[in-house]
């Protein structure tokens, strides 16, 4: 894995297409990702960016943006407060092309920075989307944060499975320690979103989902034929996901049928209908 810096002038990026609805901007402190060889990084579409690749492997890199303190301060006065006008809304939805707490954040600290500045220059809503259990260790901060803003914590949990058979590659963190995150998040007074995206073959549907209801407020289900960006899922078609499920004995979740069936169970354990979003509606929902 190779790791540089990179300059960065802006860092607030206007949304369109899948989170234009709900959000007014995407943040992303880092570009490639250090999570790009385990399972997530076999479908993930941020694979697909070639102004983010430049030639190279995904899960290959991992660049990090400098001075991303200074350019949201800069941009945020500027958006929030125009010289003329009334104060704009800022819904920033953080990341969306790269993940927010990878292993490295530990010495950068980039994310960790920028939500102490939140602090100080607060967003209207941020949602926080990440694949790993690293985001407990920013608690203080995101306690502080939660007083000045709306704040989720989304935590994408896919199985229930603590592997999938060869030759899937191994989860980089295990069901078990982003549950317990999102039960340490909850338990601190924060708003948690299960993010269930894309659904992967499950052991036991009716078990996990009673376990996502006793640890989020909202639980979002995505699959790739809806929710990958492209018409009936054909950036994923375009990986080994798909031949995978079949040759591994999981065809059936290659379907929509599967997929709905799943979604009926989490509404009966959810009991309310708002808890339970579905891809796109479900992403830019405002329910808290
Ligand atoms: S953590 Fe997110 S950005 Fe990184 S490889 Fe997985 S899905 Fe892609």
Same mark, same amino acid.
């Given at each position: 894995m190779k790791v540089q810096d990179i300059p960065s002038r802006t860092i607030l990026n206007p949304t369109g297409g899948f989170l234009g609805e709900g959000f007014t901007h995407t943040i992303n402190l880092y570009r490639g990702c250090a999570l790009g060889n385990s399972l997530c990084g076999l479908y993930c579409y941020a694979?697909?960016?070639?102004?983010?690749?430049?030639?190279?492997?995904?899960?290959?890199? *991992?660049?990090?943006?400098?001075?991303?303190?200074?350019?949201?301060?800069?941009?945020? $006065? !500027?958006?929030?407060? +125009?010289?003329?006008?009334?104060?704009?809304?800022?819904?920033?939805?953080?990341?969306?092309?790269?993940?927010?707490?990878?292993?490295?954040e530990h010495t950068t600290r980039r994310t960790r920075h920028l939500l102490e500045e939140m602090i100080t220059r607060p967003p209207d809503l941020l949602v926080i989307q990440t694949h790993t259990p690293l985001v407990i260790d920013d608690l203080?901060?995101?306690?502080? *944060?939660?007083?000045?803003?709306?704040?989720?914590?989304?935590?994408?949990?896919?199985? $229930? !499975?603590?592997?999938? +058979?060869?030759?899937?590659?191994?989860?980089?963190?295990?069901?078990?320690?982003?549950?317990?995150?999102?039960?340490t998040l909850r338990a601190a007074g924060l708003h948690t979103v299960a993010t269930v995206s894309p659904l992967l073959p499950l052991h036991d549907p009716w078990q996990f989902a009673k376990d996502?209801?006793?640890?989020?407020?909202?639980?979002?289900?995505?699959?790739?034929?809806?929710?990958?960006?492209?018409?009936?899922?054909?950036?994923?078609q375009r990986t080994t996901l798909p031949q995978l499920?079949?040759?591994?004995?999981?065809?059936?979740?290659?379907?929509?049928?599967?997929?709905?069936?799943?979604?009926?169970?989490?509404?009966?354990?959810?009991?309310?209908a708002d808890r339970v979003g579905v891809s796109r509606e479900g992403f830019n929902a405002d329910h808290m």
């Open positions: 694979q697909w960016n070639p102004y983010h690749l430049q030639g190279r492997q995904w899960g290959s890199f *991992l660049d990090v943006k400098e001075g991303v303190v200074e350019a949201y301060r800069m941009q945020y $006065d !500027r958006l929030k407060y +125009p010289r003329s006008g009334e104060a704009k809304p800022l819904n920033i939805f953080m990341s969306s092309v790269t993940e927010p707490y990878p292993p490295q203080p901060v995101l306690q502080k *944060l939660h007083e000045r803003c709306q704040l989720r914590i989304h935590i994408t949990i896919e199985t $229930d !499975r603590s592997a999938l +058979p060869q030759p899937f590659p191994r989860q980089a963190y295990s069901p078990e320690s982003r549950m317990h995150a999102l039960q996502l209801e006793a640890s989020s407020h909202r639980v979002i289900l995505d699959h790739y034929l809806l929710g990958d960006g492209s018409p009936e899922g054909k950036r994923t499920l079949e040759n591994t004995g999981f065809a059936e979740w290659k379907t929509l049928e599967k997929f709905y069936e799943i979604v009926g169970i989490f509404k009966k354990v959810f009991c309310d």
